[in-house]
């Protein structure tokens, strides 16, 4: 029930890691479903997370709370914002090889 990013929107987009990995996502026929949360990226104001799923195939989804929970939870969240030191936030970035970067 996630809606698909179609592909190349997000390719130079920051990627951010992930707190959280395994979730489970809400399907067309009701069925929550496994699979691993690999990254998050902002997409029209919003977000989109990049899932692998259980047969190994990877896609960007839009984010939406209501169709996607840690795989023993109530909710999955993005990234939190953090605070720059000129006072505004922005989410905590992960560069491509995969270092933390502020």
């Known amino acids: 029930m996630l809606a698909r990013v179609p592909a190349g929107d997000l390719i130079n987009r920051m990627r951010h890691e992930p707190k959280l990995r395994a979730a489970e996502v809400l399907q067309s026929d009701t069925i929550w479903r496994p699979c691993t ?18 047969d190994g195939h990877e896609d960007w989804r839009e984010y939406d709370p209501r169709h996607i929970r840690p795989g023993d939870g109530p909710a999955l969240r993005p990234p939190p914002s953090t605070v720059t ?18």
């Open 37 to 54: 949360v690999l990254a998050w990226a902002r997409h029209l104001g919003g977000w989109a997370v990049l899932i692998r799923w259980q």
């Open 85 to 102: 030191s000129a006072g505004s936030t922005r989410p905590a970035r992960v560069s491509r090889a995969g270092a933390r970067r502020s």
